[in-house]
């Protein structure tokens, strides 16, 4: 079939002349279209097509305008502009006539309308509105492909606040006579609960009357749901896991009609599906796994070699067998698979070969070794997306001894490729390992310099950052330090010697700091060499000013010795009076410091780097000032919330728009406040930082990777368990030296290739030795992060802070020896994993039991059997690892709550975390305008902790530090507080703070602890007392809006005024007034975040309807209502 | 989820563009012509996937393509789909152009934007796999087709009695 196919379309060539036009195209050729097409095809520039087009649109536009124009016509002129719209020039004033079209057109017309719409629109485009009746009207429709049609343009893009009123349509069309309509409303509804989850919530269990669906088409469509759940929340569908096996076991079988072959395989896709989605339930869970075990070596059985379609199902196969709980035979199986892909001609299925490869090496080293010859072979395969797959798998493999060799290979494919993306990936990935393994000084410097100069400004900006605190930071010892630093300054010296235009701006900038900061350790060169050097960069004209401003911060640095000045002068003569003001501050603070020596060694002191620095971060200096201020007739400070607070209370004009800027502001102080105390900041002693500040707002988004990287860690160990059983299952094979293997199985890995002359083959070889050391050792084979830990090189310290140093003005002030044994004692951080991941799972089992129930078929709302009580301590309670020896720890703790939150309600104090050391609790308080967070931090240990930070957060929360002074020194079995305040930055269901200790003890070796701790949304939720009058206007004002029935308190005598009562009682909600049938409830998170919600019974129901100025705010509002009301 | 496919020609003329996500007019026009870039370039014997460009959202996503004579068939997807089965889906609906235009060419998916449209949404819908099976698609075309026959014809002979 696919040979005919090819055969007419290589004809094609001949047949586009269109004088010779056979057949259907030519009919159409005379129409409109034909000529507007005609038209094109005969042009010769852009400009001409660009003139063409707009004639036509204009006279588009005055047809679809007349009045004359009949829906027949609209259609053909639809058919033109999409014609138009998909040759990229815009056409927005035919939308409405689409809309039109669909809503009176006959059904062809209307057909052609709705494909319009779908083109041209998108789901929050205004003017979708007015196609909401036509749906409504279509859903309801006797005709089957009106509805059809309905119901695809619905999957491809509807209006979220506008799911409810059609919903009860859609969910209905599940229960329709034909299969094609169930099975697109199936799809419509798993649109909706992509687009918003909670509005679908109800109708769980119809997905698993579709997933029981008579036809196997629904039930297919059906899966993409699933996979959807199953992958949010693996727990809450172990129940099913039987079915799918059962579903594919029949799938497999043949037990499906004919029709659903493919290539003679029964129903491809849908064996692909299920196949995901058993991995999904299988992932560390043996029981489950078991269930899979028969059906999936049935499956590797089954998918005979020979179709395009079959490897599919195959990859999916072993992907899942690698990803459940191990089984010995099958894994040997799955190997083989992986080898036959690998080893395969076919090029996709090389490229799947090496994707497995890259996923289970992890898991299975030995067999990278297998394939080590076909991998070296891979690395020179003409076609780049092959070399690229193959450094991904190098990636994952690289230890110390093979870094060089396979670093190397990445710079050799960075020098070819021209693809941006790619680019920025992998010169991210050099540096990590570079970072993580580098065998020594040279090589390191020579490594990051490749980096930068290839890398240039495409690279992530916390490539150079972290390789600037690297060198601030140093490592294990002074001697080291000093050398590397002496390293790179030599190397930036002979760099600015050659021709520095060529470097990319961002090295420069790396350049000059670390000139600035180190260039004194190398006795031999003048600082007015490397002055001259530096200056010569302000000279030239790629320069952009930031980096200028780099280059005068270094000069200052350096100009201290009296030979300097002259030039000194000279480049503050010429920048003083530039037109970029922050050029022009630099060159101030360069001329005043180069003539002011004793200043300057104050402003920098060089040897001064690791001695601690006070910071006055309350800064009293400023108290003359204030005074002074406030004697002249100044306002005085009001803290931005009570400032926000007089605001909304003497609202005259509606200030939404600028509400939001107060809080961000505060988080930004609170989050230089906080780092204030060991990141110090030197640069305040000079007036008009404006760069400074412009440093800090980019520096924040080099934090998110700090994060990511401590999370992948973790996200890592977890994998360990299976790995580890796996390897003492298998039979461990005699360690032979890689070369060994490499020689015994070259014969079998060259089948593809023709044989290479002996030469290279020994060549390869060689490259095979180098690029697999160490995979076959022990250590290795059963887990490869142990022995990257300790080979690991250039040990980071901990982050602390992921700020990097700017522009060199702030110092760390950790003491140099701490810096000794950084890495953290494998023991204990293993500990604080499993103890994390506990709680983790706990919180998991704890969510699942509350969530899930609610959606077995047979499981009755009334009856869930773990009611989640309103005080939110129950939440946290859960998370708690060993719940009954520490109550009596628990109770002593009350008395060390901050004196002024004793009088208020706490929640219950749980345990989140212990360690040899720490056992940390915490609780919270609910106070008239925020939550604090109380954290109790008990040293349990014999020996005192020092330098104790914490640092807590969370995405959709804004943390500030009540008192932010890190405690010196935590007396063993002492206990300390931390406080903070939390306030909700973007509404959520329930938040995940999480947290960090950071601590030394005696021993000097820092350590940490992780703890989470969760809340849910109803802890911020406070009464909003509003009168029926500013209900109303605020209910016009607010824009975010959702509804849905929730359940009524039907057995009540006034079932509206108990079931708002019962909301009031559980969620702090405040009923402003009740009339008749109807109420409305009011409530608020802060004074700016209200959320109002109005009640109507409604057919025994409910019904809600609940808006908000705040995004994301009603619905999870709603999702409390919900379980409240359930619970009862 | 498929996040949008795209036919174009050798010279990178849309034929047809379809996403199932938004991107603005702009963004949609730069993604057509970075993806034809990155696929013109490559040879015959090299594999037919490709890491996502910038625009499309990185490496999360993939470029899964097939070069019929003068067409590129281009679907973009995310990971949560089977890079070899949506090449055969590729393959499924071409065979299923080729049934519904006979012998499918070039210049059919060009006066025939819509049509090609119709198919495309009995295939995939909202960037979910719908329908795999070519003979069931064809139905479902056909019984739409059938329609438009009559619907002509009625129109004609209303034109008559006139």
Known sequence: MSDVMEKTLTALPSLLSLDSQPGSAKLSANSKLGNLIRGITELTSKHEEEKLIQRELSSIKEQVSSPNTTMRQMKELMVRTIYCEMLGYEASFSYIHAIKLAQQGNVLEKRVGYLAVSLFLNESHELLLLLVNTVLKDLQSTNLIEVCMALTVVSQMFPKDMIPAILPLVEEKLSHSKEIIRRKAVLALYKFYLIAPNQVQHIHNKFRKALCDKDPGVMSASLHIYLQLIQENPEGYKDLTMSFVTILKQVVMGKLPMDFNYHCVPAPWLQIHLLRILSLLGKNDQSMSEIMYEILDESLQRAEMNHNITYAILYECVKCIYTIHPKPDLLEKAAKCIGSFVLSPRINLKYLGLKALTYVVQQDPKLVLQHQMTIIECLDHPDLIIKRETLELLFRITNAQNVTVIVEKMLDFLQVSEDNHTTIDLVGKVAELAEKYAPDNEWFIETMNTVFSVGGDVMQPDIPNSFLKLLLEGFDSVEEDKKLRLFAVNSYVSLLQGEPSRLPQRFLQVICWVLGEYAHLNEDVEPDAVLRLLAKLLDMKSSTSETKSWVLIAMTKLCSGGAAFSVAHEVSETYGSSMDTMLRQRAQELQHLSQDSALQSRVFPRSGSQEPVEVDSSLSFLDGFVSEALAAGAAPYKPPHQRQEEMSRSKVLSLEPYGLSLPISMSSCSVTDRQSPTLLSMSSSLSGDSAELSHKASSTTLKLDGVTRVWGREGYLVQREPVQEAAQVEAPSPLRSPRQQGDEDSPHSQTPTPTPTPESEQEKQQLASSLFVGLASPSSVSLMGKSEQTSQRFRRKARIQDKPPTSGEQINNLPPGGAADLLLDSNVSSELVSSLEQTHRNSLDLTANGACDAELPDGDVKEIKTPLSTDDSVLAAGLSPHEGPDRPKDLCLTSYLPAELSGLSHSEITLLCTNQSLDLSACHVQKEDCVELVVFIKNSSDSAAHQLQMQISCEEIEVSCVCDSPVEELKSHSVTVCQYFLTVKRPSVCFDLVGMVYYQLAAGSLQTAQFLYKLPLTSFIRPLAVSTEEYGTMWLAFSHDTKQNLPLMKDEREPLTATLNLLKTKLQLHVVEIIGEEGIVACCLRPDQQCLLHCRMHAGMLAAWLRSPVPDLPDSLLYHCQRALQER | ?162
């Not at chain 2, 012509?33 to 594999?47: A, Q």
């Not at chain 2, 460009?53 to 070069?67: F, T, V, W």
């Not at chain 2, 060009?110 to 090609?116: G, N, P, Q, S, W």
């Open chain 2, 1 to 162: 989820m498929i996040k949008a496919i795209l036919i174009f020609n050798n010279h990178g003329k849309p034929r047809l563009s379809k996403f199932y996500e938004h991107y603005n007019e702009d963004t949609e026009q730069q993604i057509i012509r970075e993806t034809f870039h990155l696929v013109s370039k490559r040879d015959e014997n090299v594999c037919n996937f490709l890491e996502g460009g910038m625009l499309i959202g990185g490496s999360d996503y993939k470029l899964i393509y097939r070069h019929y004579a003068t067409l590129y068939f281009v679907f973009c997807v995310d990971s949560s789909e089977s890079e070899l089965g949506i090449l055969d889906l590729i393959q499924v609906f071409v065979e299923t152009l080729d049934k519904c235009f006979e012998n499918v060419c070039e210049l059919d998916l060009i006066f025939h934007v819509d049509k090609v449209h119709h198919i495309l949404a009995e295939m995939v819908m909202g960037g979910m796999v719908l329908e795999t099976n070519m003979n069931e698609i064809i139905t479902q075309v056909d019984t739409q087709n059938k329609m438009e026959k009559s619907e002509l014809f009625s129109f004609q002979s209303t034109r008559q009695d006139r």
